[in-house]
């Protein structure tokens, strides 16, 4: 079971949309890369059994091809650094520091730009305020890296 980074494994007219996502990530020098696109069945009850996702198999996005999550590029950004087997390493996914709360809250932006869903904008009853770079503060959803289109269900 490994993960799927291409997005040419999407279905249209998701995967254009992505394909322009990626575009204007990169034009708005986001420091952002794929991590992963369609999603086998197996792989999503693996993650189902170890609470990475509530969606059991067949009943994501990501199992149709319609969904994508980005993580933080590590190599451009300072992030902060959580444990790992008895490792240090830079958080692909961190939305504490205040550099990687801003780059979240840009993706978010372009992800609504082109009228798609944002994990980002699923918001917890008891989530709390990030502060961002300028000090300002916003509130994010629980699944940041996440960006699906709308009514992938229908």
Same mark, same amino acid.
């Given at each position: 079971? %490994?993960?799927?980074?291409?997005?040419?494994?999407?279905?249209?007219?998701?995967?254009?949309?992505?394909?322009?996502?990626?575009?204007?990530?990169?034009?708005?020098?986001?420091?952002?890369?794929?991590?992963?696109?369609?999603?086998?069945?197996?792989?999503?009850?693996?993650?189902?059994?170890? &609470?990475?996702?509530?969606?059991?198999?067949?009943?994501?996005?990501?199992?149709?091809?319609?969904?994508?999550?980005?993580?933080?590029?590590?190599?451009?950004?300072?992030? %902060? %650094?959580?444990?790992?087997?008895?490792?240090?390493?830079?958080?692909?996914?961190?939305?504490?520091?205040?550099?990687?709360?801003?780059?979240?809250?840009?993706?978010?932006?372009?992800?609504? &730009?082109?009228?798609?869903?944002?994990?980002?904008?699923?918001?917890?009853?008891?989530?709390?305020?990030?502060?961002?770079?300028?000090?300002?503060?916003?509130?994010?959803?629980?699944?940041?890296?996440?960006?699906?289109?709308?009514?992938?269900?229908?």
């Amino acid at each position: 079971m %490994r993960v799927q980074r291409s997005i040419n494994k999407l279905k249209p007219p998701f995967m254009h949309a992505a394909i322009w996502l990626v575009h204007l990530i990169e034009e708005n020098e986001l420091p952002l890369k794929v991590y992963e696109t369609l999603r086998s069945d197996a792989l999503q009850q693996k993650y189902f059994d170890r &609470g990475v996702t509530r969606a059991r198999p067949g009943q994501s996005a990501h199992n149709h091809g319609f969904a994508v999550d980005f993580i933080l590029d590590t190599d451009k950004i300072s992030v %902060r %650094r959580r444990g790992w087997r008895g490792r240090m390493y830079p958080d692909a996914w961190d939305d504490e520091s205040p550099n990687a709360v801003e780059v979240w809250s840009r993706f978010g932006e372009l992800v609504r &730009g082109l009228d798609l869903t944002w994990g980002g904008d699923w918001i917890a009853k008891n989530a709390k305020p990030k502060t961002m770079s300028d000090g300002s503060s916003i509130i994010l959803g629980w699944d940041l890296p996440h960006v699906e289109i709308r009514g992938w269900r229908r």
